[in-house]
């Protein structure tokens, strides 16, 4: 996740191609690595392929055995017995429930397993798939509160928990919940600034969760999570903001310069009166400090009279050290 630049070369997502002209800003144009296979349905198209070739060779072998012969009507008798055999018996995988409808009302809600059914009065409505989902969304060139266009890319993962309700409430549920959301972020985004968005990026994620949540859940669906994979600003915007942040870092440096100033000669000013009416400490730490300036450099230090005062009380026991040094 991260916030990048607008135009820097997205793709559209495995098998949102066609509908991404289409359906424009339902999902966003993103790339989506695929690192593992759904599970597949294989084997119940596998058991209703050879439930309907058993049934049709049992009926051309009990037609041959009545007859001695294979004509058309008996075809047809086996391709009807094949029919009627697929329609009455079901395969639910394990994730799966069937709703089951008699003479157009809701009779039942089967699965997993053998799901059996009566010809013509009753027949499977829809395969809910009750595992958790993960479908990619966002926003287009959505306007935030301080009017800056941007496009973000989410993830919102879902869920079915009522296989009744996602029948009987809603027309297509899964489409409903990819608007729902982009519904929803583009109301986020729309109250919210650019700083307060890349800032608060968790608490928008739980926001849009728990009013995603609120509304989804009558028609039998629950919301997990929403997480915000990516926000793209606008290319002309970048140089604007990385001179507001530029500012903003040097207006810090220097409060913090003029709050260590500050510390610093409340700190002399301490030491100051440490020093006040106490002239032979003071005589130390101007020694002192002449050691320092010339332990590390070698250099020669020439004291004026006055302060060459500082390493002798009596003048004239300076006078004799002077004596000395010209002798």
Not at 74 to 101: D, K, N, P, Y
């Given at each position: 996740?991260?916030?990048?630049?607008?135009?820097?070369?997205?793709?559209?997502?495995?098998?949102?191609?066609?509908?991404?002209?289409?359906?424009?800003?339902?999902?966003?144009?993103?790339?989506?690595?695929?690192t593992d296979?759904?599970?597949?349905?294989?084997?119940?198209?596998?058991?209703?392929?050879?439930?309907?070739?058993?049934?049709?060779?049992?009926?051309?072998?009990?037609?041959?055995?009545?007859?001695?012969?294979?004509?058309?009507?008996?075809?047809?008798?086996?391709?009807?017995?094949?029919?009627?055999?697929?329609?009455?018996?079901?395969?639910?995988?394990?994730?799966?429930?069937?709703?089951?409808?008699?003479?157009?009302?809701?009779?039942?809600?089967?699965?997993?397993?053998?799901?059996?059914?009566?010809?013509?009065?009753?027949?499977?409505?829809?395969?809910?798939d009750?595992?958790?989902?993960?479908?990619?969304?966002?926003?287009?060139?959505?306007?935030?509160?301080?009017?800056?266009?941007?496009?973000?890319?989410?993830?919102?993962?879902?869920?079915?928990?009522?296989?009744?309700?996602?029948?009987?409430?809603?027309?297509?549920?899964?489409?409903?919940?990819q608007?729902?959301?982009?519904?929803?972020?583009?109301?986020?985004?729309?109250?919210?600034?650019?700083?307060?968005?890349?800032?608060?990026?968790?608490?928008?994620?739980?926001?849009?969760?728990?009013?995603?949540?609120?509304?989804?859940?009558?028609?039998?669906?629950?919301?997990?999570?929403?997480?915000?994979?990516?926000?793209?600003?606008?290319?002309?915007?970048?140089?604007a903001?990385?001179?507001?942040?530029?500012?903003?870092?040097?207006?810090?440096?220097?409060?913090?310069?003029?709050?260590?100033?500050?510390?610093?000669?409340?700190?002399?000013?301490?030491?100051?009166?440490?020093?006040?009416?106490?002239e032979?400490?003071?005589?130390?730490?101007?020694?002192?400090?002449?050691?320092?300036?010339?332990?590390?450099?070698?250099?020669?230090?020439?004291?004026?009279?006055?302060?060459?005062?500082?390493?002798a009380?009596?003048?004239?026991?300076?006078?004799?050290?002077?004596?000395?040094?010209?002798?």
């Amino acid at each position: 996740m991260g916030v990048r630049t607008k135009g820097a070369g997205v793709f559209a997502d495995r098998g949102c191609v066609s509908e991404g002209h289409r359906h424009r800003g339902v999902v966003v144009d993103s790339q989506v690595l695929e690192t593992d296979r759904t599970a597949s349905r294989a084997g119940a198209l596998i058991f209703s392929t050879v439930l309907f070739v058993a049934l049709f060779a049992a009926v051309q072998w009990l037609w041959w055995a009545v007859a001695s012969s294979f004509d058309l009507a008996g075809i047809a008798g086996g391709l009807v017995v094949g029919w009627l055999g697929v329609c009455s018996i079901h395969v639910a995988q394990q994730w799966e429930r069937i709703v089951v409808l008699r003479l157009g009302r809701l009779n039942r809600i089967s699965g997993p397993g053998l799901v059996f059914t009566w010809p013509i009065v009753e027949h499977c409505a829809l395969y809910v798939d009750m595992r958790t989902r993960s479908v990619p969304f966002g926003a287009k060139e959505t306007l935030t509160a301080d009017l800056v266009p941007l496009d973000v890319d989410a993830v919102l993962y879902w869920m079915v928990w009522d296989a009744e309700k996602a029948c009987m409430e809603i027309n297509n549920y899964s489409l409903a919940v990819q608007l729902a959301a982009q519904t929803a972020l583009r109301d986020a985004i729309g109250r919210s600034t650019v700083a307060s968005i890349t800032i608060r990026r968790n608490q928008l994620d739980q926001e849009l969760t728990k009013v995603l949540d609120e509304k989804v859940s009558e028609w039998g669906i629950t919301v997990l999570s929403v997480e915000i994979r990516d926000i793209i600003v606008p290319v002309e915007l970048q140089e604007a903001m990385s001179l507001e942040a530029q500012a903003e870092q040097r207006k810090k440096a220097r409060i913090i310069l003029m709050e260590a100033e500050q510390t610093i000669s409340e700190m002399a000013a301490v030491v100051g009166k440490a020093y006040e009416g106490n002239e032979n400490a003071l005589d130390v730490r101007r020694m002192h400090l002449m050691y320092e300036s010339v332990r590390d450099t070698g250099g020669t230090v020439v004291l004026p009279s006055a302060f060459a005062d500082g390493f002798a009380s009596d003048p004239e026991e300076l006078a004799d050290m002077v004596k000395v040094i010209e002798g």
